[in-house]
């Protein structure tokens, strides 16, 4: 069929009739009306016809038929190749298609016959940013903003250009030029708060996310990335609805399922943010981020295998995302695999050489396979690399003191007074005055903070009559309520107080001071360790606790501990399953068991084998005074790694310490049964590697058969 033009006045009737459909974006009844005109190949009449085939194809682009709008603006620019509309139209449909060499060279044609139409100089510099071209697109942004200052998505382009060369202080121009220009360009508001995000400029960046929403409310977006910023800040109740809200705008929002999957994990909701994670990972299952965030939340929830093979999954599509190495080595190590731990860090270090958290994993394998020079090593090229790695810096820490090098490692070990997640950093601003520092002590009120374990002031206690030696004129000891009996007769020690009452009081001291610092402050050696506290037990309270132990039957008392708390960092590995694991030692004929156990282990010891005539009397005990009354009057203490151990050492009750092989504590020192904090008192059972519980308590039956035989 031969497609005739209308006579003019109808065809002007028609044109204003199918604009009126696309403007209601009624594309679809726009191209029927249009289609009787225009037909469905190119005629003769075609030059006359341009305007109605450029509506034709716009109808078609708004109506999902890229190809048909092709066609129908080919068709008008074979006709009139001077109808600069149809090269803006089809330009712009070719970009859209990723057809980029096409539309660079349409906009080049149409920017010929309209030299001032800067929306298509925009354009072009668009298309040739998206080509790679990155000096051409700059210049040619530049050139057009030369011209048109006020052009507001050229500055926004070119911004953006700006920002991925890292450019950051020309790209926050950029986009506040952008701004100047269109006040309401919600788009470089939301650019322009992820720069100021980057920079570390969190406040300002929440302000330009919330003015890209006030613009523009539904800016899924900016939802997502105030989310981000609302995380950064600790506000999760708050992240989570913006990533909930952006998901009811866009529900396959993969940034968005991730980043609340995220924010779910934070709020300690692992099971929540393993489900978005999948969700997210649903909609696009090449997400490398979701994968390797599914791996945290695993690991988290100790599915070790499912951990492990999420993040040997994110290693395969992201092979230079060293922290996937890092923590897959983590779950390793968990699984007890440290062969295949050690394979996986070198991997990481072989994409970055300088990646403290594997050089730090590294040396923790090598210190719990008893390699201490090549941990050593390993803690100092981690420091190396990151000199803010408080973990790092505290690890080599207590390595150091764990090898006897007390002079470097208790220096170190007040790295603790640098690290947010201690509580020593917090002490810091608690106490209204100075920490001290060695300087002299004569005619100064001290005091001295608790911060760590009851054991490690029973430890550290000693130091209180050293300090006195030293001219300190008046001491008073902060600690918990369960050590204020027993500490106020130390030796050097002029009062006791509680935490609350410490703090009031501290603006009245002249300086304070933690127990476990003193041995930096005095240098302390090896050998020159003073002796441990020495101990009085009150007669009264002897007198009370010998009336139970007298329910005895005749023979050497050993008091049992088999439990610490359980809030311990290595609690799991220090303590021992149950009360049954002591059982080898009932078989050591004449002993008679006294249980010292409190909290987590009491109601094994109220209800114990009947096989086991054990007195229990940890429950009854109020506080160490009440337990060192016990402790006095015992042959013999047998414990896990606990303060019962130093209370026994400082009473010089004889105490037998089963040790863990895994993070052993530092004070225990390598390689030897006895101890130089309590010489002549205490003997170790370490426990070698690979060995069971069962093992060493077999060999502690051993050692009591043979003591009381």
């Keep these: 069929m031969t497609t005739l033009p209308l006579p003019a006045p109808a065809f002007d009737d028609l044109l204003r009739a199918a604009s009126a459909l696309c403007e209601a974006h009624r594309f679809a009844d726009a191209l029927a009306l ?5 037909g469905a190949a190119a005629t003769p009449e075609d030059a006359a016809l341009a305007p109605a085939l450029d509506l034709a194809a716009l109808s078609a682009t708004g109506a999902g038929d890229a190809a048909r709008a092709q066609a129908l603006w080919l068709r008008c620019i074979t006709a009139r190749p001077d109808f600069a509309s149809a090269y803006r139209g089809l330009a712009t449909v070719c970009t859209a298609l990723g057809q980029l060499g096409e539309a660079e060279m349409l906009y080049r044609r149409l920017l010929s016959l309209e030299p001032n139409d800067a929306d298509a100089r925009s354009n072009l510099a668009v298309v040739l940013l998206r080509l790679g071209r ?6 040619a942004f530049r050139a057009l903003l030369a011209q048109r200052p006020d052009h507001a ?11 991925d060369q890292q450019r950051h202080a020309e790209a926050e121009s950029g986009l506040r030029a952008a701004i100047a220009a269109n006040p309401r360009h919600a788009k470089a508001y939301n650019v322009l708060g992820t720069l100021l995000r980057d920079q570390g400029r969190i406040d300002d960046a929440d302000a330009a996310y919330r003015e890209a929403l006030r613009i523009e409310p539904q800016f899924p977006e900016a939802l997502n990335n105030l989310a981000l910023v609302l995380k950064m800040t600790g506000e999760l109740a708050q992240a ?20 609340l999957g995220c924010v779910l994990n934070d709020l300690k909701r692992p099971a929540d943010a393993e489900a978005a994670f999948r969700e997210a990972l649903a909609v696009a299952p090449d997400h490398a981020e979701a994968m390797y ?4 939340v695993l690991h988290r929830l100790e599915r070790l295998p499912e ?28 699984q007890k695999r440290p062969d295949d731990a050690l394979d996986v860090l070198a991997q990481a270090l072989a994409v970055q050489p300088d990646f403290a958290e594997a050089h730090f994993n590294v040396a923790s394998i090598d210190k719990e396979f008893g390699r201490f020079e090549a941990a050593e090593a390993g803690y100092r090229r981690a420091v190396a690399a990151r000199p803010d790695y408080g973990d790092a810096k505290f690890r080599l820490a207590t390595l150091l003191i764990s090898m006897g090098r007390f002079e470097e490692g208790f220096a170190r070990y007040e790295c603790r007074y640098t690290m947010p997640g201690f509580v020593h950093h917090a002490t810091q601003q608690l106490l209204q005055c100075p920490m001290w520092q060695g300087e002299s002590l004569a005619g100064k009120s001290l005091l001295l903070w608790q911060e760590d374990g009851l054991g490690d002031m029973l430890q550290f206690g000693r130091y209180a009559r050293e300090l006195k030696a030293r001219g300190a004129k008046h001491i008073t000891f902060v600690c918990m309520k369960a050590l204020h009996r027993l500490m106020r007769n130390v030796a050097g020690i002029d009062a006791v107080l509680d935490h609350d009452a410490g703090s009031a009081a501290s603006a009245r001291f002249d300086c304070w001071v933690s127990p476990i610092s003193v041995p930096h402050r005095l240098g302390t050696t090896l050998d020159t360790i003073p002796a441990p506290l020495a101990l009085e037990p009150e007669p009264a309270l002897v007198a009370h606790w010998a009336q139970r132990l007298a329910t ?12 610490g708390n359980p809030q311990h960092n290595n609690d799991a590995h220090r303590s021992l399953p149950s009360l049954a694991a002591l059982a080898p030692l009932w078989n050591v004929p004449d002993l008679r068991f006294v249980s010292l156990q409190k909290g987590r282990g009491e109601d094994e010891a109220q209800h114990p084998p009947a096989s086991l005539p054990l007195l229990h009397l940890g429950t009854d005990a109020g506080d160490l005074a009440d337990t060192a009354a016990i402790v006095a009057q015992l042959d013999l203490v047998i414990c896990v790694d606990t303060s019962i151990a130093h209370l026994a050492g400082s009473l010089g009750t004889p105490c037998w310490v089963l040790l863990p092989n895994t993070d052993l504590d530092w004070r225990w020192l390598h390689g030897r049964e006895d101890t130089p904090w309590y010489p002549g008192t205490m003997r170790l059972f370490r426990q070698r590697p ?9 060999r502690v039956r051993v050692a009591c058969a043979e003591r009381f035989a």
């Excluded at 249009?34 to 225009?38: E, K, N, R, S, W």
């Excluded at 951990?307 to 968990?334: F, S």
């Design 34 to 38: 249009l289609d009787p005109c225009v």
């Design 134 to 139: 990155h000096p051409d697109a700059e210049a």
């Design 153 to 163: 998505d050229a500055h926004y382009n070119l911004a953006l250009l700006l920002k």
């Design 240 to 259: 989570e609805f913006a990533c909930r809200l952006a998901l009811t705008i866009r529900p396959q929002f993969v940034d968005a399922l991730n980043n």
């Design 293 to 296: 965030n599914l791996g945290v």
């Design 307 to 334: 951990a492990e093979a999420a993040y040997r999954e994110t290693v395969r599509r992201l092979p230079r995302r060293v922290e996937a190495y890092n923590n897959l080595a983590c779950v390793l190590m968990a």
């Design 552 to 563: 005895l039957a005749p023979g050497p008392r050993v008091g049992i501990v088999w439990r």
């Design 690 to 698: 690979d060995e069971v519980w069962t093992a060493v308590v077999e």
